[in-house]
């Protein structure tokens, strides 16, 4: 069967293409941004760049708004698998940048200060 790429070697390929595609997704983003936040470590996140905005500050606490139902945002976990393997290189950027973040995190806070 010349020419026709098997099942298990088109898995292997596509694999090493989202590799691919994750890595060069992710140093697009170094390059091109100073800084990347993540939204549940908001107030490091927060702190960060406004220090290398050269202006530290604390982020003003803010009430939720939203006014829809609880019950309504709730997510299956069948519906959230789906989400994430449609949203496979999203997730694989938001790991490598919380990963990042995390693990400055303590050294942030310190040097940062109260």
């Known amino acids: 069967m010349a020419g026709k790429v098997?099942?298990?070697a088109k898995a292997v390929t596509n694999?090493?293409?989202?590799?691919?595609?994750?890595?060069?997704?992710?140093?697009?983003?170094?390059r091109a941004y100073a800084f990347v936040g993540i939204q549940e470590m908001y107030e490091i996140s927060?702190?960060?760049?406004?220090?290398?905005?050269?202006?530290?500050t604390w982020p003003s606490l803010?009430?939720?708004?939203?006014?829809?139902?609880?019950?309504?945002?709730?997510?299956?976990?069948a519906m959230a698998q789906r989400i994430r393997e449609a949203n496979r290189l999203d997730l694989s950027i938001y790991d490598h940048f919380?990963?990042?973040?995390?693990?400055?995190a303590p050294a942030l806070a310190e040097a940062l200060g109260p």
């Not at 927060?46 to 530290?56: E, I, K, S």
């Open 6 to 8: 098997q099942p298990a």
């Open 46 to 56: 927060f702190r960060t760049l406004t220090a290398l905005a050269g202006r530290p």
């Open 15 to 30: 694999a090493a293409s989202t590799r691919h595609e994750q890595r060069a997704s992710i140093a697009h983003i170094m």
């Open 98 to 104: 919380h990963a990042r973040l995390a693990g400055a």
């Open 62 to 77: 803010r009430a939720n708004v939203n006014d829809d139902d609880e019950d309504e945002r709730r997510v299956t976990t």
